[in-house]
């Protein structure tokens, strides 16, 4: 049974840091692709960062670049998101995903056959 459970998020102060993780188990870790989206009140669920622990395929969006780091940890079975500089617009709740997603649709939510439940992240100005 897979299961991802993504949890670390809450309340911060524009500029402050979050670090979100993602448990997963039930489906081989290494072999898939792991991304982290995010959606805002009426807008569309956007990729935010994957890695693909396959080919080592990494993205963030330009939005986030520079500011997000993520990481797997091959070990556990977990993936983190490290968020600094957070701003008023990085607020939305965060789902962490599993794919076998084709290069091309890594960043897409098309790529991925598993979500957590995801996690609200509120960005105070």
């Known amino acids: 049974d897979v299961q991802l459970q993504a949890y670390g998020g809450g309340l911060v102060q524009a500029g402050g840091s979050l670090r979100l993780s993602c448990a997963t188990s039930?489906?081989?870790?290494?072999?898939?692709?792991l991304g982290w989206f995010r959606q805002a009140p009426e807008k569309e669920r956007e990729g935010v960062s994957y890695i693909d622990n396959y080919d080592g395929d990494t993205y963030y969006s330009d939005s986030v670049k520079g500011r997000f780091t993520m990481s797997s940890d091959n070990a556990n079975n977990t993936v983190y998101l490290q968020m600094n500089s957070l701003k008023t617009e990085d607020m939305a709740v965060y789902y962490c995903a599993a794919g076998r997603a084709a290069w091309g649709s890594r960043a897409s939510v098309v790529g991925y056959n598993y979500w957590g439940q995801g996690t609200l992240v509120t960005v105070s100005s």
């Open positions: 039930g489906f081989s870790f290494d072999d898939y692709c």
